[in-house]
């Protein structure tokens, strides 16, 4: 199974819940991508997005949370 973060506002996240009808954020967003509410193509978009921004150095990642929060804190 192939995972992808979705970062949403809270406001985008209650649209999403409430358009699908969903609890859960995940829940929506799976819902969303299930009725075709998003293309293929508008996926491939973001994803090629997200894969720039890695490759430029835009991403960070940490190997523990206790990491992460040092580094958002300093």
Known sequence: MTTI??????????ALKSRTGKRTA?????????TGAI????IR???KG???EEKAGKMKSFD???AAMKW???
């Open 64 to 66: 523990t949370a206790a």
């Open 5 to 14: 973060t979705i970062e949403l506002t809270p406001s985008q996240e209650r």
């Open 26 to 34: 995940a829940a929506a967003a799976k819902a969303w991508i299930e």
């Open 72 to 74: 958002l804190e300093s």
């Open 39 to 42: 293309t293929a193509e508008q």
């Open 50 to 52: 997200s894969i720039a």
């Open 45 to 47: 978009h973001a994803l």
